[in-house]
């Protein structure tokens, strides 16, 4: 709902700065991932525990993401954009400068509070942008994600290579800045305010069961899948979500409005997004490591080349994303989602069946990030269409939730495969009283990768079954 009419120049400046906002945030997760390796060796640590550096920054989003949707359709979607922009930007400025994985972990939970920008951009969207327009507007933002992915992935492992790192937080650091500047100045308030209560129950609820739901994962290889400390988490975690549940469909101030789930495309575009977003992960997870571990763990290349291997998936996001909106605009959501989850799992089956050679690896990313824009553009059109505009912030804020979910469990999934099945590598030699021994570490093995992507299949399966049920005239739903 608007106050003031808008100018189609000030409803062009809004959509170029929400989108460059999830340029930036995307672009600064990007550049972490060709950097896992390096993470590995820097700290001295597992698979496991580096999956928390991309693990605590998702549930931590995840919250922030539930809770400031909400408070945005209350005290305005442009403050809480611009506070939660700072609060990313201070985070950023100390990643650089962390010197154990502890201290990179705690960053990026502090960091991933910014993650929220996201789907307020989207709501802040959704309020500007006539109904009509909407598929286009919705199509560039995704698009800039693709392109944020892209720059992440190139220019972040060319950083990591040559400076380190750390300079892949240092270099965000003045553009983070310079958007929020603009945003201050260029973006309107229309957000029509009111006056609710801070579910911080139920965001506690959610979050608990979470961080214990993702630590079972990740943690079950070291502790044992049947010891009482695992068994006892995942029941704590069931129980937290069943209570959750109940509270949040009997509280008044609910942050995740079970009435808006009701909705059947609502409901359902958040589980689709849910599967999407662990399918990407997966991928992204995976996929640097598969590239530059040594062999016959791996291909041995470096962290810059792994990054320009991925960079062609990255492409293909940026076209398919347009070619969903036009989809869309012609027929239906409801067709976009169902064109990528089918380019998707072929993507998926041929990682699983075929990645013995790079050019095999190229082919097999491009069919995986095509299909996630195709289904991405597709989910959040679905969503939005489907939802009363003073209910956008909420609505997007509980999408990012669900996807968040999937984006938590994919590197937990595959990082705890990744530890369980290895093969002993040679990475040096060492003389000990004049005996000659080889120096060997445990790298991931084929299994790994074959559960992997094939968990990845399911998730798409599970995918399809349930967009089918999704209404074809999601205007209508």
Not at 133 to 160: C, E, P, R
Request: hydrophobic share 55%.
């Amino acid at each position: 709902m608007q106050e003031t009419p808008m100018s189609k120049r000030s409803i062009n400046i809004t959509i170029a700065l929400m989108a460059f906002s999830g340029l930036l945030i995307i672009y600064v997760e990007t550049m972490i991932v060709p950097a896992i390796p390096t993470f590995i060796k820097d700290f001295h640590t597992t698979y496991t525990n580096v999956s928390w550096i991309l693990t605590a920054y998702i549930i931590s989003g995840t919250v922030s993401a539930a809770i400031f949707g909400k408070v945005a359709d209350i005290v305005g979607k442009k403050k809480i954009f611009l506070i939660l922009g700072i609060i990313y930007t201070v985070a950023v400025s100390f990643g650089g400068f962390t010197h154990t994985l502890d201290e990179l972990i705690a960053v990026r939970a502090v960091q991933g509070l910014g993650f929220g920008m996201i789907p307020i951009a989207f709501a802040i969207i959704n309020d500007v942008v006539p109904r009509e327009k909407l598929a286009l507007a919705q199509g560039i933002m995704s698009a800039t994600f693709a392109i944020g992915s892209g720059i992440g992935l190139v220019l972040g492992s060319y950083i990591t290579e040559t400076l380190g790192w750390q300079w892949d937080f240092h270099t965000a650091i003045p553009v983070a800045i310079i958007l929020l500047v603009l945003v201050y100045i260029y973006v309107k308030e229309n957000t029509v305010t009111g006056k609710q209560k801070i579910d911080f129950a139920g965001v506690a609820m959610l979050g608990t069961g979470l961080v214990l739901l993702i630590f079972g994962l990740s943690e079950g290889q070291h502790y044992g899948w049947y010891s009482h400390l695992i068994i006892g988490i995942f029941i704590l975690s069931f129980v937290l979500f069943v209570t959750f549940t109940y509270f949040e469909s009997h509280y008044k101030y609910a942050f995740i409005d079970m009435k808006l789930l009701k909705k059947r495309n609502i409901f359902l575009a958040n589980i689709v997004g849910l599967f999407a977003m662990a399918a990407m992960y997966f991928l992204f997870f995976t996929v640097p490591t598969l590239l530059q571990d040594p062999s016959p763990s791996g291909f041995g290349k470096t962290v810059f080349i792994s990054g320009v291997i991925l960079f062609p998936a990255t492409i293909m996001n940026m076209i398919f994303a347009p070619v969903a909106a036009k989809i869309i605009k012609k027929r239906s959501a409801r067709l976009s989602i169902l064109i990528g989850l089918t380019v998707d799992v072929i993507g998926f089956g041929l990682l699983y069946m075929y990645r013995a050679t790079i050019p095999e690896i190229l082919v097999d990313t491009m069919f995986v990030g095509a299909g996630i824009s195709m289904m991405l553009v597709g989910i959040i059109n679905v969503l939005l269409t489907s939802t009363p505009r003073e209910k956008a912030g909420e609505a997007t804020g509980m999408n990012t939730v669900f996807r968040d979910i999937g984006m938590s469990i994919a590197p937990a999934v595959g990082g705890a495969l990744e530890t369980m099945y290895t093969v002993k590598v040679t990475v040096g030699v060492t003389v000990i009283d004049g005996i000659l021994y080889k120096i060997q570490e445990p790298f991931p093995d084929a299994t790994a990768y074959n559960y992997i992507y094939l968990i990845g299949v399911i998730f798409v399966i599970c995918g399809f079954i349930f967009t089918a049920l999704i209404k074809k005239n999601s205007a209508k739903s």
